[in-house]
C-alpha cells in the first residue's frame, strides 16, 4: 500500500512538471515569434517543448524507478529479518519439545478371573501393557516410577464379581495415600468404581497399587481392572 501510494504522488508531481514544461515553452515560443518566421519558430518551439518534456520525464522516471528500487529493497530486507526470526522461535519450540520428557502408561490387570482373597496384602501386577511411553510402568513389578520431577495424572478403575469387600490402596513409595472400597452384597453381580489422582512427583518416587487381604477383585480379556499415568507438565 505505501508503494502504490508513492507512485501516484510521484506520478502526479511527473503531471505537473510536463504542464509547467509546456508553459514555458509557449513563453519561448512568443519571443521566438517576433523574430522569425511564424511556420519555423512554431517548429522550433515544438521541439524544444519535446525535448524539454521527454528530458523531464525520462529524469523523473529514473528517479522514480531508484525510489521504488530502494523501496523494495528495504521491504525485502525487513522481511528476510522476521522469516529469520520466526525460523528461529519455531527451531527454539521444537528443540523444547523434543527436550520435554513425554510419559504415558495404560495397563490392564489379568486375564486370570478373580484374584483373592488372600491373607496378606498383595501388590498388584498390570500386567498386560497397552501403552507405556518412557517405559515408566514396570509390569513385572507392578510399579510406576516417575522419570522426572513433574505433576502427574494417575487413575485407576476396579471390578469385582464376588460377594464381599473389594478395593484397592494406593501407595506413593511406602506410604498409603488413598484407600478405595466397595461392599459387593450379591455374589456374581459385578460392582465397579474409578479414581484418580493428581499428584506433585520428584524423579525416582514410585507408585503401586495394593488389594487388601480378605479382599477380592477380577478381570479378564475385557480388562475391568485397569491402571494409567501420564506426566503433565515438568516443575
Not at 525487513?78 to 495397563?107: C, G, W
Not at 498388584?124 to 513389578?141: D, E, H, W
Not at 461392599?183 to 525416582?204: H, I
Request: negative net charge; contains cysteine; aromatic residues 10%.
Amino acid at each position: 500500500m505505501r508503494v502504490v501510494v508513492g507512485l501516484l504522488l510521484l506520478l502526479l508531481g511527473l503531471c505537473g512538471s510536463g504542464a509547467q514544461g509546456e508553459a514555458g515553452g509557449l513563453g519561448e515560443v512568443a519571443e521566438i515569434n517576433q523574430n522569425t518566421d511564424p511556420k519555423d519558430a512554431a517548429e522550433e518551439s515544438t521541439k524544444q517543448i519535446t525535448d524539454q518534456t521527454t528530458s523531464d520525464i525520462w529524469t523523473e522516471l529514473r528517479a522514480l524507478r531508484d525510489m521504488v528500487v530502494e523501496l523494495l529493497q528495504r521491504e525485502n530486507s525487513d522481511l528476510q529479518t522476521r522469516l529469520s526470526s520466526s525460523d528461529s522461535r519455531i527451531d527454539q519450540l521444537e528443540t523444547e519439545n523434543a527436550e520435554k520428557p513425554k510419559v504415558a502408561f495404560y495397563a490392564a490387570l489379568t486375564n486370570a478371573g478373580t484374584l483373592g482373597p488372600y491373607n496378606i496384602d498383595i501388590t498388584l501386577k498390570y500386567s498386560k501393557v497397552f501403552t507405556n511411553i518412557g517405559n515408566a510402568y514396570r509390569p513385572s513389578t507392578g510399579f510406576f516410577t516417575a522419570p522426572v520431577k513433574g505433576v502427574y495424572n494417575l487413575q485407576f478403575t476396579v471390578m469385582s464379581y464376588s460377594a464381599g469387600n473389594s478395593g484397592v490402596y494406593v501407595f506413593k513409595n511406602n506410604q498409603r495415600i488413598m484407600h478405595n472400597w466397595e461392599r459387593n452384597k450379591e455374589d456374581r453381580v459385578p460392582e465397579y468404581f474409578t479414581n484418580s489422582l493428581v499428584l506433585e512427583l520428584t524423579a525416582g518416587d514410585e507408585i503401586h497399587l495394593v488389594l487388601p487381604s480378605g479382599w477380592s477383585i477380577y478381570d479378564d480379556v475385557n480388562n475391568y481392572n485397569t491402571f494409567s499415568g501420564s506426566l503433565l507438565f515438568t516443575l
